[in-house]
């Protein structure tokens, strides 16, 4: 918690350097890369400071942080669970922080100069700190969980199978080289995987884990990311992405960390609807193998949107999972029906949840991208699931839909 003095400092100054926190981020990041090159190229996503979504994130997350210190309401590490995860899953270590402490504070006096009075510059480090400290202790209990020296979460393990989902979706079926138990994971979390790329850096990707929890493997599901138009610009193509597509067969290695995540299944007797979007299907396909392997009685509506059923990575797989759970109804949409003809559950066009029966009590699960995310909690409240059932994943920098 802040002192009484630094919180009224916080308080009063939170519109400037909230406001300026999205000029902040950016003189953040390259000065911390100039100092440290081996950061930027061997542990931060290289594609989302390239399309500048990590900046985006940060900014927003220290933002929504130091609102929620001074405003005196929920407790801020509410917002730091998805973020501690991340960072466990890249085995970030305490020692790290006063790293990003120092290049964060030089971009803000850079960017603010005079307006960062000593008082405001500590008031603003208890708030740095506060939170930096409140990650490390949650991601200490997160390695601990995990059976694992801080920081020390990889392992080798090696294809045993690799099936194409979709034209551009393969899954990897992944088991240790003695052939041993791997840990086990909850259903929703993901883990990293690690490729050296061919200039020599190490990049990381989480991918959801969708096998069915057998003790012996995980299994995960890579699309290729093309490059593409985003935000006026152009979004690079996927680098770790792509260099699975082409380089991890069966037999090869990959260096894949702990399990980590905190989308998980809230248990009890509610009734759970799954919705999803395109490769967002990943957590909802590892959700269905488990409510199957447990034998559910919970009434469970799974909604996938794609753009055709050839492009939908899973498919077979998602309609024999629902099969195989009585109590289970699924339904979809396809941008491109094809030939074949609508039906009462398989329509043409976006996903629209008009027609469908939902329970007002329900659990539900979102996972796809932001805008499809937005639009479906936005019909879920209206249907009267309340914001406190409603849970998501987002692929990438953590981000917020909008309520």
């Not at 390259?30 to 081996?38: G, L, S, T, V």
């Not at 009267?384 to 059932?389: A, N, Q």
Request: charged content about 20%; glycine content about 10%; overall charge negative.
């Amino acid at each position: 918690m802040l002192t009484p003095e630094a919180a009224a400092v916080v308080r009063a100054t939170l519109p400037v350097i909230g406001g300026a926190i999205g000029d902040i981020t950016p003189v953040f990041y390259r000065r911390m890369f100039d100092a440290h090159p081996e950061l930027e190229r061997d542990l931060f996503n290289r594609g989302n400071q390239a399309r500048g979504d990590q900046q985006r994130a940060l900014a927003g997350a220290i933002a929504a942080y130091a609102t929620l210190l001074v405003d005196e309401g929920p407790d801020p590490r509410g917002v730091l669970a998805r973020i501690a995860h991340k960072h466990a899953s890249l085995g970030i270590l305490p020692e790290q922080y006063p790293i990003v402490h120092e290049h964060l504070f030089a971009a803000i006096a850079q960017v603010l100069g005079d307006a960062v009075t000593p008082e405001v510059a500590a008031a603003w480090d208890e708030v740095y700190w506060d939170m930096a400290d409140a990650l490390v202790e949650i991601e200490l209990g997160l390695y601990a969980d995990a059976a694992v020296t801080p920081g020390d979460v990889w392992r080798t393990v090696l294809v045993r199978r690799r099936v194409q989902e979709s034209p551009d979706t393969v899954s990897l079926e992944l088991v240790a080289p003695d052939g041993g138990p791997l840990p086990a994971a909850r259903p929703g979390q993901y883990v990293s995987v690690a490729v050296t790329l061919p200039d020599g850096a190490r990049q990381i990707r989480q991918y959801s884990l969708t096998g069915s929890g057998a003790p012996d493997a995980w299994t995960v599901s890579v699309k290729a990311i093309p490059a593409g138009a985003d935000r006026g610009g152009v979004a690079p193509a996927g680098e770790v992405s792509n260099h699975l597509h082409a380089n991890a067969f069966e037999g090869d290695s990959l260096d894949v960390s702990a399990p980590f995540g905190e989308l998980t299944l809230v248990e009890g007797e509610n009734p759970l609807v799954l919705i999803s979007a395109g490769i967002g299907i990943t957590p909802m396909i590892g959700f269905l193998h488990h409510l199957r392997r447990e034998g559910t009685t919970r009434r469970v509506v799974v909604l996938h949107a794609d753009r055709s059923p050839a492009r939908h990575a899973h498919r077979a797989e998602l309609r024999a999972l629902v099969d195989d759970i009585p109590t289970a109804e699924l339904h979809r949409w396809y941008e491109d029906l094809g030939a074949r003809p609508a039906e009462d559950r398989l329509r043409a066009g976006f996903i629209d949840l008009d027609g469908v029966d939902l329970p007002h009590d329900a659990d539900a699960y979102l996972c796809g991208p932001v805008p499809f995310m937005t639009m479906v909690q936005a019909a879920l409240l209206g249907r009267g699931i309340t914001g406190d059932r409603i849970h998501h994943e987002v692929f990438g920098p953590a981000q917020e839909i909008a309520a």
